[in-house]
């Protein structure tokens, strides 16, 4: 076995990332995590010798990715993994404006909340979600920022239909809520016979050019299914240059921290 060391801080003020799950492999979503960041962003644990994917989530950060970290039988491997503010996420400031459509128990404010775990979803239609309005949900960031990434994962509510799950998409940007100016299109696929969850999970998609922005809107146009009635959502995350956010968590549960010899 080695050891796997390290630091979380935030990109934009070098301050230290409190109580953040750090997740190994590919899933956030219900998963739980190796360990917890503590009060000054250090973590640590004992692991097998391999290369790993190692996650980082936290209210204000959203979820972010660091590929092929490679941990030594006997040895501690020290990684400093810096993160940047999730401009849309309700913990960095940003606020819900409106949602076109929302059932009551999958509001808007899931897209926004950091986490693969929560969904945001439609009400039910009279006809096929493909053959009515495209619903969307409207933000605002907590102040101008650049936008140059965003992150979304189409997962749906455990308990609704695979082919409920977000295919494609639009987002826009604005600057003062008015007007719009779409900015990326994208999309989710799959292998016959249905979605399964690597096709749903998190994707990132790189603007052609960076952009300013207030506003933001993040548009369902269309699902998996050509009969279903309803659209689902789990996550929206947009990333940029924002300096100066310094995200508010809500109370940290314990931390827990595992260092090894």
């Known amino acids: 076995n080695g050891t796997l060391v390290g630091t979380v801080v935030n990109a934009s003020t070098g301050a230290p990332v409190k109580d953040a799950k750090v997740i190994i492999g590919e899933y956030e979503a219900r998963v739980s995590p190796l360990v917890r960041t503590s009060d000054t962003g250090g973590f640590g644990a004992k692991m097998m010798a391999g290369s790993y994917d190692v996650m980082v989530n936290a209210p204000g950060f959203g979820v972010q990715t660091f590929q092929d970290v490679a941990v030594t039988a006997g040895s501690i491997t020290s990684v400093k993994l810096t993160v940047a503010p999730n401009l849309v996420s309700l913990a960095s400031g940003a606020t819900l404006v409106s949602a076109s459509s929302e059932d009551p128990g999958l509001p808007g404010k899931f897209l926004i909340d950091d986490t693969a775990a929560s969904v945001w979803g ?71 016979p249905r979605p399964a969850a690597p096709d749903l999970n998190y994707r990132t998609f790189t603007l052609d050019k960076p952009v300013k922005a207030t506003h933001v809107r993040f548009f369902i146009d269309s699902v998996h299914g050509e009969t279903v009635k309803y659209a689902q959502a789990a996550e929206l995350q947009v990333f940029g240059a924002a300096k100066g956010i310094t995200p508010v968590a809500p109370p940290a549960d314990p931390t827990f921290t595992e260092s090894g010899s």
């Open 122 to 192: 439609t009400k039910r239609g009279a006809t096929a979600y493909n053959n009515g309005p495209d619903e969307r949900v409207t933000v605002k960031l907590a102040k101008q920022s650049t936008i140059n990434r965003i992150q979304v994962s189409a997962f749906k509510n455990t308990t609704s239909s695979r082919f409920a799950a977000l295919k494609d998409f639009t987002f826009q940007v604005s600057t003062g809520g008015v007007p719009w100016k779409t900015v990326k299109t994208g999309g989710f696929g799959y292998q016959a």
